[in-house]
């Protein structure tokens, strides 16, 4: 790809016509000050202690590169900056002999793992190899960055394949090696926005070698944040509160880094897991599902089940599962998802994020009813599906909340805000030693209960009926199950099949499960995953935040107005937004889309971010997708827009809009035809299994 | 006999055929009892007496056997490919590494990589390798076994436990014995760090258990009350003594059990050598007993290293060891006590475990021979007597203890076999292990400074060193990384596959003429630590 208008800036001339640019506006600038550590009074920047003094201020940015994780931890409080520095590497020649022209374009060659660009008539060449060298794991004061090692040897493979992409380079001189540490975070994202203990407190940094390229939009984003206190574009993955303290152990850092670094010039394929800085955060249960064949994925430090291998599957030929087109565990979830239809699974979901909150009198409810925008004031045992919404009305969390008494509240929200939720709803919260909140992440084992048997497995173990007039669907009550009491267990499964969720506490976990999988047996129970889970939610056309909802799309753009209380008789944070989004209408909508003439075995596969064309015009992208096994059809989940075809403007999106349009959704330019649909319609097509096909094999126990 | 040799093994190449005829000429000349067959016999351990060669299984005399291999070799050798060789390399391999928290490291050891390759079938080397849990530091051994595995077998199971109960204090016995005589769960005394190839004998489990213990409530029995310092040589010699004077006196008093009778008797009329190492923070005890050895690999100030041998060799090259021999038995014995280079004329080291042949008076041999069971009475070997045997004991299994304060640049210890020495020389094998331990860093850091390079000339010369490098990361195991160089070295120090590939897949029958078994511990130290241990007494 030639990209004609490709320019080279250099990174010093950049800093220094911004630093005076900014001196003329006013701005001090202090060369050669150290910053010892910041100061904090209440959760508040107050200023910045120097080697040469205090200096007052209400905001600080942390944008020390690779020592913003040491500067972090200086403070008395320390914030959690997850990065790490490795060594890189570029070489200088001598000018060429007719020296290189300034216009010389910028090559990438991302097999050979190198870049190549003009300097001073000669070239710079450097790359990301497969075998990085971090450094400065132990801090700031190993080694003095400009007393850092050429390494030749360690150069060699960048050098081969630079020779081999261009062997006239051969008689050129070498001028210099230099080694100049680049940082790294533990996602490849770059890390920004405010500390979730440290109000004022800004962080900028870990631009995994592209920061020339994001700085000018990262500072805009840092920026907006800083004046209006959120940015013009949701920035979720590259918040600092992805990553809490457990991301911040020296020796995850150093083994993740190793692992990102090569990742800049691989081939990103979908479902991609790290391999280092694993099994750190475990469920109880991770032996023996593991024994089971589980596969595991990691969110934000805890292991996940994909799927299980089924012992009599190939596992060579599993482990080559990097593909675009249809994986390799196509089947296995299949039968994953067919046994949730049909019988029952149980899933391992202990990485949600949990927290509990209780009060003395009615300061729970009434801060609940603050922050989230269903109505809370339900009686005691029901469930409730809420956004966490901010003054925009757009997701700040999406959260399932159980009233367990009149005065305690427990509350499930997606495994990656553990940090990010605690946070707003310590900024809302009052100081009040009567109202406390909880993290009891730890303190469970969740199980999912998934299928129309799992009423039955229920039932056989807490001696309880369990049927619909007992156990209505959104309730929760404490049972006991097995030998076990105390079990909370909640009708919903977060994929809108029949089920239930079982709360344990840990140390009932590996009983609860072994009661449940041998009582489970003569219904045909298994283990699932991730995997199947995704397949079904998707398939129902539920949106999971994180991935389909943000902190700039609202509950009425998702066709969820029955989750939202604009009169439950109190404000409530986007209140205001919503009420003149529902009399102005919405400019996005969350559409279900059926693929029609993709051939799942041979078609590349919509993984997510693929463009959505509405009678040929380009309408939005898709934000998640799953094979649904029931429809037997590719699902993807997306928001549709109305660009106004002359100038571009956003437009209001009416459900005759969606229903108008003719859709097709664009996977690696290759156009297929799409249903659009505004509700889920799963139950019409509901499968049955036919009497022929029964076998032999289905009497077997899993 | 060369012509023949030339023929039937053209895989010998030069150097070692040479090498090989130089001892089969040696042989020739010295032992009379040698009938040419028997060339590499001399590289054996024992030279049996000619009655009893039998012993040695010659079912089919080695020059039958090759005059049978002319024909059934053709031309087109076929040849191990590098997995095929890298199989069977590392079949034995194991490595431990001390188990490092949070970046702290208190051990002195970094841990050890060790291996073995058989020649004999089945391999007559053991290897140990445990952590002392009541006490401080950690103990590596190699065990060469002759005429059979029994005694190396034995020694490799119980010789650690006897040294670490000579170690522990006073109360610890105190309260193990205590719990014994009640019954309680007992204290664990070793750590071990075992390839699941070395296996533990189940059956004597009981019986060394009770020897054992008879040995701790002697200690007990000993004290004087006075805690006194316990000085790791004398736990050492004491442990080799009273562990070999167990294994005599299993086999006299024999067991009611006709499997484990057989086995203690096997026990006691086969034998070991035994080097053992106690590594406990900077101080470093090598333990020998016959001709295996411990080196040190220590690294100088320049990059290069150089070779600090911790152990003497028992044998006739010792002459310290010879004259001891002399001095121990009547003046008319000097010319018998060791002959051809060999105790009595048959045995190789001068020092080893069992061996109750040369120990136990005649009288003693006969009785318990002839109780024994009809095994041991059939076995001509087991019934031969020495020959000029008068004044016994002739061996003993009392070890030479060295003393070494690690200094930082001590980087590794090798404890191997002779199977190793005498195909390697010492400077050798520290400079292979040094080289593969350190990786890519012995080479000095290119830097180009001032002097003008191409792209080119860079690139051919960091090919080429990475070419010397290439043989190292084959090997994950630094004593596999020896082994190949040993078996596979050419005449330039360089791995040749031709030649490892053949002398691998050399016949079970003729592996032992070409090379001895081979058992290689590398221990790795850690440099700061010790440095650290240096700085805090200083």
Redo the contacts between chains.
């Keep these: 790809m030639h990209v004609p208008e490709d320019a080279v800036v250099s990174s010093a001339d950049v800093a220094l016509a911004l630093a005076s640019a900014a001196s003329q506006n006013g701005v001090q600038i202090y060369d050669r000050t150290s910053i010892l550590h910041v100061m904090v009074r209440k959760g508040q920047v107050t200023g910045v202690e120097t080697d040469k003094g205090q200096i007052q201020c209400h905001y600080f940015v942390n944008c020390a590169g690779q020592w913003a994780y040491e500067l972090g931890l200086s403070n008395e409080e320390p914030v959690s900056i997850p990065l790490h520095a490795c060594e890189h590497f570029y070489l200088l020649t001598r000018p060429w002999e007719t020296p290189l022209q300034s216009n010389t374009p910028t090559i990438v060659d991302a097999d050979g793992r190198i870049y190549i660009r003009n300097w001073q008539g000669g070239i710079l060449s450097g790359g990301f190899e497969k075998n990085p060298k971090p450094i400065f794991t132990e801090g700031k004061n190993q080694l003095e960055i400009q007393n850092l090692q050429e390494d030749w040897d360690h150069f060699e493979p960048l050098l081969s394949s630079l020779l081999r992409r261009m062997p006239e380079l051969e008689t050129m001189e070498i001028m210099k090696l230099v080694n100049c540490p680049e940082t790294f975070t533990p996602d490849m994202r770059c890390i920004m926005g405010e500390s979730p203990s440290v109000r004022g407190y800004f962080v900028l940094a870990g631009m995994n070698s592209a920061g020339l390229s994001f700085g000018g939009g990262a500072g805009r984003y840092l920026a907006e944040w800083m004046v209006h206190g959120y940015p013009s574009e949701s920035v979720w993955e590259l918040d600092l509160k992805r990553f809490g303290a457990l991301q911040s152990s020296r020796t995850f850092l150093r083994h993740r880094v190793m692992e990102v670094m090569p990742l800049l010039y691989d081939l990103k394929v979908p479902r991609w897991d790290f391999q280092t800085g694993r099994q750190l955060r475990t469920s109880p249960l991770y032996d023996r599902l593991d024994a089971q064949g589980a596969r595991w994925m990691e969110k934000h430090g805890f292991e996940r089940p994909k799927y299980f291998v089924p012992p009599d599957k190939d596992l060579l030929a599993l482990e080559q599962s990097k593909t675009f087109y249809k994986p390799d565990w196509f089947e296995i979830v299949e039968s994953e998802v067919k046994c949730c239809k049909e019988a029952v699974c149980v899933i391992d979901m202990s990485s949600f994020t949990k927290f509990e909150i209780t009060s003395t009198g009615d300061q729970a409810l009434e801060i609940l009813q603050y922050l989230f925008s269903n109505d809370l004031d339900v009686p005691v045992g029901h469930i409730v599906h809420t956004g966490m919404l901010n003054e925009g009305g757009g997701y700040e969390n999406d959260c399932s909340i159980a009233r367990l008494s009149k005065r305690s509240f427990f509350m499930i929200s997606p495994t990656d805000q553990q940090v990010h939720c605690w946070a707003w709803l310590k900024k809302y919260m009052p100081e009040d030693s009567n109202l406390i909140l909880e993290d009891v992440t730890w303190k469970y084992t969740a199980l999912n209960l998934i299928g129309p048997r799992a009423v039955d497995v229920l039932s056989e173990l807490s001696y309880a009926p369990m049927t619909p007039d007992h156990f209505p669907s959104l309730f929760c009550k404490e049972m006991s199950v097995g030998y076990a009491n105390g079990i909370r267990v909640m009708s919903m499964t977060h994929t809108g099949e029949p089920g239930f969720m079982l709360y344990i506490p840990i140390e009932y976990a590996l009983h609860v499960y072994n009661e449940v999988m041998s009582v489970g047996q003569k219904y045909g129970i298994r283990n699932a995953g991730y995997y199947a889970l995704r397949s079904l939610r998707i398939e129902k056309f539920f949106a999971f935040w994180g991935q389909d909802l943000n902190t700039l799309t609202t509950p009425l753009e998702c066709g969820r107005e029955s989750r939202v209380k604009l009169d439950k008789g109190m404000d409530f944070i986007g209140r205001d937004a919503l009420l003149q989004q529902k009399q102005n209408g919405v400019y996005k909508r969350f559409t279900m889309f059926i693929l029609d003439d993709h051939d799942t075995d041979l078609d590349l596969w919509p993984w997510w971010g693929e463009p959505i064309y509405r009678n040929g015009q380009y309408v939005g992208k898709t934000t998640s997708s799953a094979y649904g096994y029931t429809l037997e059809r590719h699902v993807c989940l997306g928001f549709v827009h109305n660009f106004s075809e002359d100038t571009g403007e956003e437009q209001v999106v009416t459900a005759d809009f969606i229903n108008r349009g003719e859709y097709e959704i664009d996977i690696a330019g290759h156009r297929f035809q799409a249903k659009a649909k505004l509700y889920p319609v799963t139950s019409l097509f509901t499968h049955k299994r036919r009497k022929d096909d029964v076998e032999l094999s289905d009497l077997h126990g899993k | 006999m060369p012509a023949p040799t030339q023929l039937f093994f053209p895989l010998i190449r030069h150097c070692e055929l040479s090498r090989i005829y130089g001892t089969a000429c040696y042989c020739h000349h010295r032992h009379l009892c040698c009938s040419p067959p028997y060339i590499p016999q001399s590289r054996l351990r024992y030279t049996p007496h000619p009655a009893y060669a039998t012993f040695y299984r010659p079912k089919e005399s080695w020059w039958q056997y090759t005059q049978g291999r002319r024909y059934a070799s053709t031309p087109q050798k076929f040849y191990l490919t590098p997995p095929q060789v890298n199989s069977i390399l590392k079949a034995n391999e194991y490595s431990f590494k001390v188990p490092e928290f949070d970046?702290k490291n208190v051990s002195s050891v970094l841990g050890f990589d060790s291996n073995q390759l058989p020649a004999n079938a089945p391999i007559e080397d053991r290897r140990s390798a445990a952590t002392c849990l009541q006490t401080r530091g950690m103990l590596l051994g190699v065990f060469d076994g002759h005429a059979g595995c029994a005694c190396s077998q034995a020694v490799s199971e119980r010789l650690f436990y006897y040294i670490a109960v000579s170690l522990l204090p006073h109360e610890t016995l105190l309260e193990i014995e205590n719990a014994v005589e009640s019954g309680r769960a007992l204290l664990p005394i070793l750590q071990w760090h075992k390839h699941p190839n070395d296996y533990f004998s189940k059956e004597a489990s009981k019986l060394y258990f009770n020897s054992l213990r008879t040995y701790w409530q002697e200690l007990i029995d000993l004290n004087t009350g006075e805690s006194t310092e316990i000085d790791v040589k004398e736990a050492l010699v004491n442990a080799f003594k009273r562990l070999d004077n167990d294994i005599s006196l299993e086999a006299q008093v024999g067991d009611p059990n006709s499997f484990l009778n057989y086995l203690v008797l096997r026990v006691a009329f086969s034998g070991a050598t035994a080097c053992v190492a106690h590594v406990d923070g900077v101080d470093l005890h090598v333990a020998n007993t016959g001709d295996s050895r411990a080196m040190l690999g220590v690294q100088e100030e320049d990059g290069s290293w150089s070779a600090v041998t911790l152990s003497n060799d028992h044998n006739a090259q010792n002459e310290r060891e010879v004259e001891r021999l002399k001095l121990e038995h009547p003046k008319n014995e000097a010319k018998s006590v060791v002959k051809q280079d060999r105790l009595l004329g048959l045995l190789m080291p001068f020092r080893a475990f069992g061996d109750v042949k040369f120990k136990w008076s005649i009288d003693l041999q006969k009785r318990v021979i002839e109780s024994g069971p009809d095994q041991l009475n059939d076995n001509e070997y087991t019934k031969f007597i020495p020959p000029n045997y008068y004044t016994p004991p002739y061996l003993t299994a009392e070890p030479e203890v060295t003393y070494h304060r690690l200094r930082p640049q001590d980087k590794f210890l090798v404890l191997a076999t002779d199977g190793l020495w005498e195909t390697m020389h010492r400077q050798d094998v520290v400079r292979i292990v040094g080289e593969y331990l350190t990786g890519?860093h012995h080479?000095q850091?290119?830097?180009?400074g001032g002097y003008?390079?191409?792209?080119?000339q860079?690139?051919g010369l960091?090919?080429e060193?990475?070419a010397k490098m290439s043989s190292v990361f084959e090997d994950q195991n630094a004593a596999t990384h020896l082994i190949r160089h040993a078996v596979g070295n050419n005449e330039f120090g360089a791995v040749d596959h031709e030649r490892l590939s053949k002398m691998l897949s050399l016949p079970e029958e003729l592996a032992r003429m070409y090379r001895d078994d081979i058992t290689i511990i590398v221990v790795q130290f850690n440099s700061h630590v010790v440095g650290a241990y240096q700085n805090q007494e200083s």
């Excluded at chain 2, 850091?445 to 180009?448: D, F, T």
């Excluded at chain 2, 003008?452 to 080119?456: E, S």
């Design positions: 970046g890519m080479q850091p290119i830097a180009v003008k390079v191409t792209l080119g860079m690139h960091l090919t060193r990475r």
